[in-house]
């Protein structure tokens, strides 16, 4: 396990729902969830936590990407060189990652629930898939 | 560009923690597995792979999408969707799409009867995924599948690009829509940087 799956391992163990995505600053696919999907996700999700996990970027962070979008999310990178497209396929925390975006929720302690690996999606099916999480039954 | 539409009616909770009795013999009284049976995080079971294994890694290599249902007969919520005619109807709605209906700690029955009964058999393949022992017993219960965690039944993944996941439905559970959604969605080829 790599420390920033370490990292990411440590804070989807505690109790609650957490959303893990997978990015990076040159996507413009990653660019266009910003607005209608990630700004005000916090008020939005006060009780999830949201993890960005950067990625494929020569180990620079988003942080200031993120920071002009008006996002609020904890921040974790990932190093290594931006791979040719056709090496672009990791795991991260045992999970493929073929796509970015890439938007994991997890709940129950670390479990993953919801995995979207193909790309955009919408704040609505994000929410659908926050509630659905974090309902116990 | 897949963009996921506004899907309505996510039906919330599902199998393991309600799981009702057995109701056929032989099959586990008990809840399958609960989090703190399962580590998050795939191990070197991942690495095994059984027949069924194969032979649904096989289906999903091919072009186009794919859809994989693990299930539990004795599991209600598995069930439900079942006696709801939502499966019958997907399967009937999408020819294109492969439907590989897999039962998972259910002591090699593949449930087939059941899904004939309502109405699924013609263009899915059935599958039953083997434990390590009597699937009774929780720690011989398989936690992972082609490498995926598998933490409760129902689970519902859609592949496509060549075998690779596309959308994970891993919290019981789903309705015609969401995966109606996601098959299309998983169609998109969509253009990348």
Known sequence: MTDAERTVSEAISREGVHVVHVWAPWCDNSLNEHGPVWQGFAARHPDASLTFVTVWNEGASGADRLGADGIAAAEVVVPGPKPEKADRRMTFLGLPVTWIPTTWVFNRGGLLAYAFNYGELSADELARAIEAAGTDW | ?193
């Open chain 2, 1 to 193: 560009m897949p963009r996921l539409s506004l899907l309505v009616l996510l039906v919330a909770g599902c199998a393991t923690a309600q799981t009702p009795p057995a109701v056929e013999a032989g099959i586990p009284t008990t809840d399958p597995v609960r989090p703190s049976d399962v580590a998050p995080v795939v191990g070197p079971e991942a690495t095994e792979r059984t027949a069924t294994e194969t032979a649904v890694a096989e289906t999903i290599a091919q072009e186009g999408v794919h859809v994989v249902r693990l299930w539990a007969p004795w599991c209600g919520n598995s069930r439900a969707e079942l006696e709801g005619g939502v499966w019958r109807d997907l399967v009937e709605a999408h020819p294109d799409v492969t439907f590989s209906f897999v039962t998972i700690w259910s002591d090699g029955r593949d449930g087939a009867e059941m899904l004939r009964r309502f109405g699924v058999s013609e263009g899915v393949a059935v599958y039953a995924q083997p434990d390590r022992g009597p699937s009774a017993n929780r720690s011989l219960r398989r936690t992972t599948f082609l490498g995926l965690p598998l933490s409760w039944t129902p689970t519902t993944w859609i592949f496509n690009r060549g075998g690779k996941l596309a959308y994970a439905f891993n919290y019981g559970e789903v309705n015609a829509e969401q995966i109606a959604q996601a098959i299309d969605d998983a169609n998109d080829p969509w253009a990348h940087d």
